[in-house]
């Protein structure tokens, strides 16, 4: 018995080295499947994520998708974030701005907003959107993928598919950044009563596969 033991402690200690690999692709991939609503929702609240940006980020983010492709692509993540809390926006001209060559980007607008029935649902597969109002306001609509029906097949050149759906629209103004992931069909630039223009920017973060 004593000798079967022995036998077991050492075979148990020769394999142990196989079992305390933490780092790697696997163990990525590994952390980024055991995401729960409230392991996301706690990561969420935490603002580790932030690193000292005092936006937010509006409740109704798909949190288990953030959490999965800011651990997923965490450097890309970081560059944008940190764009958002360096720049001075209000002041930033319109145009196109590189943050991480392709990997992140931002572009700014400032044009009048629309009736609703001059805009579109749509969505987008390679990048990630983070939508934020400098000045102004605008409605943003939102609905699941699995809730909205395709009007237009994606077009992979411009990364974008139209929908017709029917969804909540939030009031997006200064202070709170809005993320669209792949799966959110969403609706931007919708006008808001009294309010005929706004200041926006938005930020691109590829898609971590």
């Known amino acids: 018995m004593k000798n079967a033991l022995l036998k077991y402690g050492f075979f148990a200690l020769a394999l142990a080295p196989l079992g305390c690999t933490t780092s790697g692709p696997a163990a990525s991939h590994t952390s980024a499947d055991s995401w729960t609503p409230q392991k996301a929702d706690k990561w969420f609240r935490s603002r580790v994520w932030a690193n000292g940006l005092k936006l937010n980020v509006q409740e109704s983010v798909n949190k288990v998708e953030f959490a999965k492709q800011y651990t997923a692509n965490k450097a890309a993540w970081d560059k944008a974030f940190a764009y958002f809390r360096d720049t001075n926006l209000e002041e930033l001209p319109v145009g196109k701005y590189p943050i991480d060559a392709d990997n992140v980007f931002a572009a700014v607008t400032d044009n009048p907003t629309k009736e609703y029935a001059n805009t579109n649902w749509e969505s987008h597969r390679k990048y990630i959107d983070m939508q934020y109002v400098v000045r102004g306001a ?67 973060v590829r898609v971590a596969q």
Do not use: C, W
């Not at 809730?147 to 909540?168: C, F, H, L, Q």
């Open 138 to 204: 605008e409605k943003i609509g939102q609905v699941p993928m699995d809730k909205a029906t395709v009007i237009k097949p994606y077009d992979e050149a411009r990364d974008v598919a139209n929908y017709s759906a029917e969804g909540p629209q939030y009031e997006a103004r200064p202070g709170t950044i809005y993320l669209f992931f792949p799966q959110d069909v969403h609706r931007p630039n919708i006008k808001v009563e009294g309010i005929d223009k706004d200041k926006k920017v938005v930020v691109k």
